[in-house]
């Protein structure tokens, strides 16, 4: 037996086994520890339309299969805020939890698939602690409209693992399963449309490591049917909202640079792990394995095809706020890097993996923090208007509200919600309402910051 060996295991192989352990815990521990804050926090703007449509859908389950605000078909979405209301009410501290717990799953999730990619305990540690760390997509974690979106990806997140088990052993109960969970996964939120894209880069990795059948088409026709059904649904619904009516979504060649911005954003917020493996290749002057290529290929195109339903929004604002699914491959890829470091079993390489992991940390940290600051000060905005709306009076002529943080709908929902008393009187002011006025009714404006809404008297009438 060789010195450095006992038991016939490496020394420093025993020292990557330990690691496995620490690094779930802290994935499991890091969305715990990020997204605490945002327990706290009241309700906000899309969020009212939702818990609306939660209490319509109590009353009349049909209710679950209407058009979100945006037009968005999403019943897997409406159930699970209506089984929330049912449990908890206006409550947002259990909806901001079921939030956290839906991101939480993702992380272990696409451990547990990362393993089944790659057999390698330590990568997928690695994957799901670089996931629940990247914070391209905080806004996702602090904002409970925002629930759809780890709702998909953890349903997306299981068929993918049972694409692997069917994959490998060809059991068609799997096959079966990956096919309902595409179908939940649409449900939940129209991003699952790239499902299929990723079921088949995932097929070519495993077939080229010998793990799987060359790719054909017959596997993938009930998936492809099913998206195209979906797709076209989509197409009829959306024809006309003000999102495709009005130019603010449209699929072209424009969608080419918005996907390089979004992944830009991300490398932006997550470049220490790739920094670190650069710098240890350039250093050591040893090339990346050549063997690793095909597969770098492939998470890198997973993460730019999981942009593209966003890539078509006109806004750059709304196309780089959902980075959620794009962030998996990319923490992927950052895993490869870090653990070819760690079992490089030198101590400068090992030095440079934990000093990345601990500078994607302390980003991670002040990027999440800042989101949840102001989510907490949108949030307490949106508390103190509720509250004036509760005790303006209960009779009287019409109500006009200037200045109002919420919109005529999202205001409508908190009417319902809130101060039911309130739906048939009040309502936002619209711009340039309050120039042409209507006689009897009552002005009030709301002073940000200062949780007051100030009476003006009954606006004149309209000569």
């Known amino acids: 037996m060789r010195p450095g060996y006992k038991g016939g295991v490496p020394a420093r192989d025993r020292l990557v086994r330990c690691l496995d352990p620490v690094l779930l815990l802290l994935s499991g521990l890091a969305p715990l520890l990020l997204y605490r804050g945002a327990l706290g926090a009241f309700f906000v703007a899309d969020d009212f339309a939702w818990l609306e449509c939660a209490s319509d859908s109590l009353r009349h389950p049909a209710h679950l299969f209407t058009l979100h605000i945006s037009g968005f078909l999403r019943p897997l979405a409406h159930l699970t805020f209506a089984e929330l209301y049912r449990l908890a009410g206006t409550g947002a501290v259990a909806y901001h939890g079921a939030a956290i717990a839906l991101h939480l799953g993702c992380v272990l999730l696409l451990g547990r698939l990362a393993l089944a990619l790659t057999r390698d305990r330590l990568t997928a540690a690695l994957a799901a602690l670089c996931f629940a760390l990247i914070p391209a997509y905080a806004e ?18 299981c ?90 979504y449209a699929l072209g060649w424009q969608m080419l640079p918005q996907i390089a911005r979004s992944l830009g954003r991300i490398l932006d917020l997550a470049w220490a792990p790739f920094l670190a493996a650069a710098a240890a290749a350039l250093l050591r002057r040893e090339p990346w394995p050549a063997r690793r290529l095909p597969a770098l290929l492939c998470w ?12 078509g929004f006109r806004w750059p604002s709304l196309a780089g706020r959902y980075l959620y699914l794009a962030s998996m491959p990319v923490a992927g890829l950052a895993a490869l890097g870090l653990g070819w470091l760690l079992r490089s079993g030198r101590l400068a390489d090992r030095l440079l993996a934990g000093a990345a992991l601990l500078l994607l940390g302390v980003q991670a940290v002040h990027v999440t923090g800042a989101a949840v600051r102001r989510m907490q000060a949108r949030a307490l905005e949106s508390e103190r208007f509720v509250q004036a709306l509760r005790e303006l009076p209960g009779a009287g002529p019409e109500l006009l509200i200037a200045n109002s943080p919420l919109p005529t709908q999202q205001l409508r ?29 009552w002005v009030y404006r709301w002073l940000p910051g200062s949780g007051r809404l100030i009476r003006s008297g009954s606006s004149p009438p309209r000569p």
Do not use: D, N
């Not at 996702?140 to 997140?157: F, R, T």
């Not at 890198?300 to 890539?311: E, I, K, N, Q």
């Open 300 to 311: 890198a195109a997973a993460a730019a095809l999981a942009l593209a339903p966003y890539a």
């Open 159 to 248: 068929s993918l693992i049972s694409w692997c088990t069917w994959l490998g052993e060809g059991r068609r109960r799997a096959y079966l399963l990956t096919l309902f969970g595409f179908v939940l996964a649409l449900a939940a939120k129209e991003s699952a449309a790239v499902l299929p894209g990723w079921m088949l880069l995932l097929h070519a990795g495993l077939a080229r490591k010998g793990r799987a059948a060359r790719p054909s088409w017959r596997p993938y026709l009930p998936f492809a049917a099913l998206l195209a059904g979906f797709l076209a649904l989509q197409l009829l619904l959306h024809r006309r909202g003000y999102l495709v009516s009005e130019g603010q």
């Open 413 to 441: 929902g908190a009417l319902r919600l809130f101060a039911p008393r309130l739906v048939a009187r009040a309502r936002a002011l619209e711009p340039g309402e309050l120039e042409r006025g209507e006689h009897g009714r």
């Open 140 to 157: 996702v974690g602090v904002w409970i409209s925002a629930l759809g979106e780890p709702l998909a990806a953890c349903l997306m997140l």
